[in-house]
């Protein structure tokens, strides 16, 4: 199989990337990687919405009355 980004070395050790384990050098380095997103020591970013985005009421306020419930068969 072809490289896909020939000279990138390893994205833990830094020695050359091999084909197998692209774009790590070894089974090694691809389980310190997946060991640092389980971890938590890698994170992805994010923005935290507005409560009044998400259309929840505040926590001080009451939640809004429920509908009466009608009977089918009256």
Do not use: N, T
């Amino acid at each position: 199989m072809p490289s896909l980004a020939p000279g990138k070395p390893c994205a833990i050790c830094g020695k050359p990337a091999a084909d197998k384990f692209r774009p790590f050098c070894s089974q090694r380095c691809k389980d310190v990687d997946l060991h640092r997103w389980l971890s938590g020591r890698y994170a992805v970013p994010a923005v935290e919405a507005e409560e009044d985005d998400l259309g929840l009421p505040e926590p001080d306020e009451p939640p809004p009355p429920l509908a009466p419930r009608r009977r089918g068969l009256d």
